[in-house]
C-alpha cells in the first residue's frame, strides 16, 4: 500500500475520522506523487482520485497497482454514482484551509455527507517528515543548487545586473537537470542587501558591493534553499568581522538543530547573541523546506518546535543595516538522530570575488 | 468616488445585496489597483481594507481619498470591533468560488452575518468590461510584446534551444519595462509545434522547423497574449498553404469581432472552415485577457456569448497534426462599436527566418 495513505489513515484514526476529502493540491501531488488537478478521497476501505482526460494519462503512469489508487474520470460519472463512496463513513474530514466554499457545499450534496470534521493541517504535519525518497530528491536539488553557487564565483562581474545573475540561476538550473526555481530568486546587492525579501532589480554590480543570492532548485517537484554573501573587489574591516559574527552564529545554531531539540531554544539563543551585538533577528530562523520551499515547522524565538528525525529545516540567520548592508548565511539541513547534516554544502567561509 | 465600486454597488443592488466580502486576490487587486493580500469588505455605506503591516503602506500609496476606502491594520483591532461592520446588512454577498470553508466560517462568526449569499462571479464579470486606464496597461503590454517579437526575428538563431529564446523573451521583457511574462511562454519547435500546450524543452532549433511562439507580457498588471508561428530556412508547400488557410481564417474571425457580435457565432463558422478542409479546432477560439490571462468570456462554438465595447479578448485559431506540425497565429483585440482593434500588431504574413 502507499505508505504515505498508510500513515494517513493512521492520524485519520486518531481523530475518529472513516473518511477524509482532500482538496489541497500540494497535498494530492504529495500523496500521488505527480501534479494533477482534481480530488482525492479516502473512504473507510478504499481511495479513490477525480480528475479529468488533462490528468489520468500521468497520473496512471506514476502510481502502481501497490498504490492502491482508483483513478476516475468526471467525465466517466454520473451524480448519483457519488452517493455510494461515504455510505458508511460518519465522520468525513476536509482541509478546511483550503476547500472553498463552493466546493464544500457541492460535496456535502453529492456524497450526502453526514458529518463533516475540520481536520487542522493534518497532511502538511504528515509532509514535515520526510521518507528516503523525498530526501533523495531534496538532496539531488541542493546539489545542484551547490553546482549553480560555484558555477557563479565564474559568472558574476562588476557592471552586471543583479537580473543577468538571476537569469544565469534559472539558465543553469534547468540546463543542470532541475525542473525550474524553487521560489523566485533574491540577488540583492550594495545597498538592496539590507532588504530580506528584496526584489531582484536592474542595479549593476559595482566593486564594495556584498552580494546577497538567497535561491533554490526544485527537482522532482522538491525544493532546495540556500543562501550565500559574497563580497566584490574588498570589504571594510567592519563588513569583514560582521560576516565572520553571522558565520559563527548560523554555525552554532547549526550544530544545534538535531532530532529532540526544540527550535524556539535555538533561535532564542541566537536572538542572545545577535542582542549582545545591539542586532536583532527580524525574521524567523529557519522552516521546513519540501514541496513547498516555506513549510511547517518555523523555527523562531516565538513558539516552542520540536524538531525530530527526517524533517528538513532551513536555518538561515541575518543582520540588516538599513541602505546599507545585509549578510544572509542560509543551508537546507537534514535532521538526524545525533547531528544535523548540511544537504547544501557550498562554502560559507567569507568569499570576495 | 472609486468607479469599480461604484459599478460594484450596481451589481450588488440588482442582487439585493446590502454587503459584500471580497477575498480573491486578483479581485481585490483590480479594485484597489494593486496587488495586496488582505479581505476588502463592502458594507451599506462604507468600504474597508483589512490587510497587515506588509501592504499598508503600498495600499496606502496608491489609493486615494476620493476611492473612499479606509485601511485597516488587522493588528490594531479586537474581536469586538468586528460586530459593527454589518451591523445595517442583512444580505451579505460572498465570493463562493474563492473564500476557504474556514474563513467564510470566521467571517460569520467574526461579523455576526444574518444571511450570505453566493455572486457567482459577479466581479469577474465586471472585469470583462475595460476601462481607460486598463485598455492603456493592456496596449502598452501588446506594444512590448510586439517590440520582443521584432526583436525575435533578429535573435532566433539555428542550433538554439527552445529554452534560450524563452530566456530571451523574458529578459527583453523585464529590460523593456514590463513587470514580467505574464504566462508561462510557449516556444514549440518541429515536432513540439503540434502540442498545444507544449512546455519549453532543451529541442534545439533546426532548418525546416515551425516554431509556435505563444507569449505575453505583464505591464502594471495587465496582460498581453499573442501567437505567431514562424518558419525557419524553407517550407514545403504543404505547409505555406496550411499557414496561410489558418491566417486567413484568424482574419476573417478578427473581422467579426464587434459590439453586439455572437461569441459562439464566430466560433462555429470558422469551425465550418476548418471541418471543411477535414480539421477540427481543438481548444477554444478565444479568451478574454486583463488582470489575468484567462479571464471570462471564452469564445466557443460550445456556449453563445454576446461581445461588447471595451471587452478584450483573443482571437487564436490552430491546427495541429500530431508529431508532424501545429500553426497557431493568435491576436488580443480590444471590442469596439464597430469594428475590433488589434492590439498585437505584429506582422503576421508567413515569415520566413
Known sequence: MNN????????MSL????????TNTFNISYILGVKAEGTLIITDKENFF???????????????????????????????????????????????????YSKYQKFIRLFRLKDTVETGNLIEKQRMIKDDEEILNIRKACEITDN???HLLNFIKI??????????????FIENGADGLAFDTIVASGENSSKPHAIVTDRRIKSGDAIVIDFGAKYNGYCSDMTRTIFVGNIDEEAKQLYNFVLACQKRASNKIKDGADGQEIAES?????????????????????????????LSYKRGFMLKENMIVTNEPGIYIPGNLGIR???????NKL???????????????
Open 50 to 100: 477525480f480528475t479529468d482526460a488533462r490528468y489520468i494519462e500521468e497520473v496512471n503512469n506514476t502510481i502502481t497497482i501497490d498504490d492502491e489508487i482508483i483513478v476516475i474520470d468526471l467525465a466517466n460519472i454520473s451524480e448519483n454514482d457519488f452517493l455510494g463512496f461515504f455510505e458508511n463513513c460518519n465522520k468525513v474530514g476536509i482541509e478546511e484551509n483550503d476547500i472553498t
Open 270 to 298: 541566537l536572538e542572545k547573541e545577535f542582542n549582545a551585538r545591539g542586532y536583532s533577528l527580524i525574521h524567523a530562523l529557519g522552516h521546513g523546506v519540501g514541496i513547498n520551499v516555506h513549510e511547517n515547522p518555523i
Open 159 to 172: 557592471g552586471m545586473t543583479e537580473q543577468q545573475i538571476a537569469f544565469e540561476i534559472e539558465r543553469f
Open 148 to 150: 549553480c553557487f560555484n
Open 4 to 11: 504515505k495513505i498508510k500513515v494517513l489513515r493512521e492520524n
Open 15 to 22: 481523530q475518529r475520522l472513516d473518511g477524509m476529502i482532500i
Open 339 to 353: 547531528r544535523s547534516e548540511e544537504l547544501t554544502k557550498s562554502d560559507k567561509n567569507l568569499i570576495i570575488i
Open 329 to 335: 548565511i542560509e543551508d537546507t539541513i537534514l535532521v
